[in-house]
């Protein structure tokens, strides 16, 4: 079975607007399935990164073998922990937002025992740029599918196109 098309509908354009900017599947172990490649590890580095992980370094006493695997994550990186911690225990969501694809959070709805979504929802907080993105992170029973919305879609559009992958994901068994 081949995930790239289930990420090439998600990012597919609905009334010729396209609300969902980046997506991914992962398996519930936190390994990646599928990914659109703006959501891939990225090989350049922020300066803010960087010289966040200098300081680390300078004042912490890092070991260089901690800090380089950390350089090469990239900020759009989502590590197999936060896929886990995602669809792991959510109430502490509501007082400290989790990290997604190096974005902070925070909770907007948690729906993943409605049978109506399956989703939970998710804002990030303005980035560089002054945007901000919703996030919808869709369980299936074997997989989580993950999406970020464009800086003008709001959290019922990108939900709907997550919530049509993970119905239909459950539906065959997955």
């Not at 990914?35 to 070991?63: P, Q």
């Not at 950390?70 to 886990?84: D, H, N, S, Y």
């Not at 369980?139 to 993970?166: E, L, P, R, S, Y």
């Amino acid at each position: 079975m081949s995930w790239d098309g289930y990420i090439t509908s998600l990012m597919a354009a609905t009334d010729g607007v396209a609300y969902v900017s980046g997506a991914m599947i992962c398996g519930l172990d936190g390994s990646t399935w599928a990914t659109s490649d703006n959501m891939k590890v990225s090989g350049v580095f922020s300066l803010r990164r960087v010289r966040r992980f200098l300081l680390l370094v300078e004042f912490r006493a890092c070991s260089l073998a901690r800090l380089v695997p950390a350089l090469q994550a990239g900020p759009r990186c989502l590590q197999p922990e936060q896929v886990k911690m995602l669809i792991g225990d959510t109430s502490t969501f509501h007082q400290s937002g989790p990290v997604v694809a190096g974005m902070k959070c925070m909770l907007i709805r948690d729906q993943y025992d409605d049978p109506s979504s399956y989703c939970l929802q998710l804002k990030s907080k303005k980035d560089d740029d002054g945007n901000t993105f919703h996030i919808c992170v869709g369980k299936t029973n074997t997989a989580v599918v993950i999406a970020k919305g464009t800086k003008d879609a709001n959290g019922g559009q990108v939900t709907a196109k997550v919530f049509t992958i993970v119905s239909y994901l459950r539906g065959a068994g997955y």
